[in-house]
């Protein structure tokens, strides 16, 4: 998936990665299976080695929160679908993380992680995803994926953030 490369690029360490994941209920399921195989998959360790496709995040602070961010989604319903700890214990290195099923009130969907933990959820109409989408007061990107041009356009407007990308990332 496009998509959980673009998220576990530098470790989700990029001002606009992706950092909540609305996925229409009919393809949601297999969305969140394939995501979950693509984080899996990745290679994760020191950048300058061959085949490395995931590093560590920028300092030890970071550890900690993205443990908090995990128990706090499971607390409030989210299930982990692969990783949610860390990968030994020299550097900073956390693995590749997937939760489904993620609830709006779980901190994750109001605070960024700026790390490794992709919170997927579902949702039905197009304008539940734009009204959930906008409701938090900051927002520097959104990406739509849809093979539907007409509803790509609906919300791209609806969507009120400073950049929308349209099945790119």
Known sequence: SVTAG???????????????????????????????????SLKVGNGIEDGVQMGPLIDSRRLPIMEEFVSN???????????????????????????????????????????????ITNFTSLDEVVERANSLPFGLASYVFTSDGSKATKIERALDTGLVGVNHP
């Open 6 to 40: 673009f998220k576990f690029r530098n470790a989700g360490q990029v001002c606009i990665s992706p950092t909540r994941f609305f996925v229409q209920d009919k393809v949601y399921k297999t969305f969140v299976e394939g995501f979950t195989e693509r984080a899996k």
């Open 73 to 119: 989604a499971r607390d409030c319903g989210a299930k982990l679908a692969t990783g949610g700890e860390r990968i030994g214990n020299q550097g900073y290195f956390y693995a590749p993380t997937v939760l489904s099923d993620v609830p709006d009130d779980a901190k994750i969907m109001t605070d960024e992680p700026f790390g490794p933990v992709a919170p």
